[in-house]
């Protein structure tokens, strides 16, 4: 079993240390804020007892008793692995790892749980870093089978591996992510579904859009819906961020709503009206062709085999699991008959 340290114990970080523990692994939770650390704390508590409800663990203060929550970062020096889950700021994370360094042993494994920045630069940060690696967890990771493990320009090959077996050790699905790329596997895709949706918005309405994603290819929400949901403030930092590092993930609408405060589910609006919950998604008659949604997503997926950051079935079961799909990428880009 592992000590296994987690940084940052919000949304991500509670779920992770939650992972660990169920499998019997030993877990020093650190958040720089109490208010923040308790929370966490609470969290995971409420999720044990609704795994108890339901029958899937017996003993939720023995599981519960494995985390111990740490105000003080010395007190994580005995850790085998320490993931990162702290806000998605490269200035911060980048303290955090040079803070940690001096702290953890030589050989500890350390790792981020960054979405969209590259793991190599944020290596930099790190003393020795061939031993940090990316291990993107999903929200919620109690729930997501999926954690992309992704291989820096330093991390070494038996670190990567190890990243590999871990992630099997806690029962969730590997995806080994062989280069460092951008946005790894899954938001890659997903930033093109985003780019086609938003230039096909020249052609169709946002509901003729999503009723495509919703009704025919059956995605669990509507492209428009799941930027409302995930945030637009969120998405078009990211849009920006990545734009600024080569990667084309460009939205007109989305700028637009933005610098009105139309931020989707938080404040009530974004491309849907949330004031009533959650909007309701009629199937229109007319809508785009599945291949136009689709087509700079499938390239995408092409790419990254092509490339060798991950193989076509890895690439499949990503973006299954990952984005919640009824199918994989290649299996839509069959049936659809998508020409790249
Ligand atoms: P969050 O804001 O919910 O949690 C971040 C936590 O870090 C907070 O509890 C905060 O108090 C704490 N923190 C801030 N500065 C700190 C510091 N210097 N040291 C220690 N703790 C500090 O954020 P989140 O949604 O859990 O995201 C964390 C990371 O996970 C980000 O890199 C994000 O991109 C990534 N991620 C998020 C999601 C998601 O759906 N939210 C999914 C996958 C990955």
Redesign the pocket.
């Known amino acids: 079993m592992l000590k296994v340290a987690v940084?940052?114990?919000?949304?991500?970080?509670h779920g992770i240390a939650e992972v660990f523990s169920l499998k019997g692994n030993e877990i020093f939770l650190?958040?720089?804020?109490p208010n923040?650390?308790k929370?966490?704390l609470d969290s995971i508590l409420w999720s044990l007892n609704k795994l108890k409800e339901k029958g899937k663990i017996q003993d939720v203060n023995e599981i519960f008793s494995r985390i111990k929550p740490v105000q003080d970062l010395n007190l994580i020096s005995e850790a085998d692995l320490v993931i990162?889950?702290?806000?998605?700021n490269f200035d911060?994370?980048s303290?955090?790892f040079r803070e940690i360094s001096k702290i953890v042993r030589e050989d500890a494994i350390i790792a981020?749980?960054?979405?969209?920045?590259p793991v190599s630069e944020l290596a930099k940060s790190v003393k020795n870093p061939s031993r940090f690696l990316g291990l993107?967890?999903?929200?919620p990771p109690v729930l997501m089978k999926l954690v992309e493990v992704t291989k820096g320009d330093e991390t070494s090959i038996d670190v990567f591996n190890r990243g590999v077996e871990i992630v099997k050790e806690i029962d969730k699905i590997p995806i080994p992510v062989r280069k460092d790329v951008l946005g790894f596997v899954v938001n890659r895709i997903l930033f093109r579904i985003f780019t086609s949706a938003c230039r096909l918005l020249k052609e169709y309405s946002v509901e003729e859009i999503d009723s495509l994603a919703k009704y025919v290819l059956e995605f669990p929400m509507g492209v428009f819906e799941l930027l409302d949901y995930?945030g637009i403030d969120t998405n078009y930092l990211i849009s920006n961020e990545v734009r600024k590092r080569g990667f084309d993930f460009t939205c007109d609408k989305l700028s637009e709503l933005y610098q009105k405060g139309l931020y989707g589910t938080k404040v009530g609006k974004g491309f849907y009206d949330w004031s009533k919950g959650r909007p309701e998604i009629k199937r229109t008659e007319r809508m785009p062709k599945p291949e136009d949604l689709l087509r700079d997503a499938v390239k995408e997926a092409y790419w990254l085999v092509n490339n060798g950051v991950s193989t076509e079935d890895e690439v499949n079961v990503a973006t299954k699991l990952g984005l919640g799909w009824k199918k994989g990428i290649f299996d839509y880009a069959k049936e659809f008959s998508v020409k790249v």
């Open positions: 940084i940052g114990a919000g949304l991500m970080g650190y958040d720089s804020y923040a650390l929370k966490g990162e889950a702290v806000p998605e911060i994370k303290n955090v981020t749980n960054t979405s969209s920045l993107h967890f999903f929200n995930t």
